[in-house]
């Protein structure tokens, strides 16, 4: 592999396997790695960051023999470590060729290590069989309303410190909402309301004018889902519009009349008192029939 400067119709070699931007001392991207040590040599298993290269310097996963394969890599930027599953050749001698190797058993050496034994008989194939957590801990992201992406260098929100399980929440001024990872590449729209570590016990108030409804204030309480697929809060008619979306445990809202009502005295209600928590495109509750 090398680390080789951007530029435009750069030629850098055939049958590419992985290609990303490098970032100097990086020590939480670690790249796991199966490779077979000659023609029909030892296999062996890594894992390994990359911190520090020279520039255009060609570097050997393997141990430099010849005919060497590398039969198996992925790049994981949080430090995941998966569960793989070998298979080897027809072996008449060999009464178990499938097994299983566990990438969070192998610790994370140099570059140049030559890495554990896998096997020292041939193989047929390496495959994913289970994708696994981080091995070093959580990630704090950030988030930068002024570009709208992701980074882990301190610029913009706070949004927490991460697994590999949790997800962002995005929720728009339109209504609609969906779930990302925390990839850098993730890009996000305008018009944004919430962006935050998404949480799946955090009960949200909504208060809106239900088009359906007369354009009616409704309230509802619920839980936002985990899905990438963009659903809308609101309900699916576009006229309805938000009043009011709070995270508050237990909001206490305050009801001001106008128009041919505005002798009322206002009215205030206790969200966790005047509706239950029931599903997203669940219809709510009217506030009132006054204006």
Known sequence: YIITPVADKKFVGKNILYANIFKKNDKRTIYNVCYRDGKEGTSYIKRFAVTSVVRDREYDVTQGTPDSRITYFTANPNGEAEIIKVTLKPNPRVRRIIFEEDFSNINIKGRQ?????????????????????????????????????????????????????????????????????????????????????????KVW?????????????????????????????????????????????YPRLEVVFGGHDNFREPMVVEADEFIAVKGFKAKGKRLTTYT
């Not at 509802?220 to 699916?236: D, I, M, P, S, V």
């Open 113 to 201: 290590a030559m890495g554990n034994i896998l096997t020292k008989l041939p193989v047929h194939k390496i495959a994913l069989k289970q994708r696994g957590g981080s091995t070093l801990g959580g990630r704090k992201v950030w988030f930068d309303r002024d570009v709208l992406r992701l980074n882990y260098d301190g610029r913009g929100e706070y949004l927490g410190e991460f697994q590999s399980e949790d997800t962002i929440l995005v929720v728009q001024n339109s209504g609609e909402f969906y779930a990302t990872n925390f990839d850098l590449n993730n890009h996000y729209d305008d018009g944004i309301r919430v962006l935050e570590k998404y949480d799946p016990n």
């Open 205 to 249: 108030t909504a208060v809106l004018y239900d088009a359906d409804q007369q354009n009616y204030p409704y309230i509802k309480r619920f839980c936002f889902e985990a899905t990438a697929r963009k659903q809308n809060y609101l309900g699916e008619n576009k006229n309805s519009s938000l009043i009011l979306l709070t995270d508050e445990c």
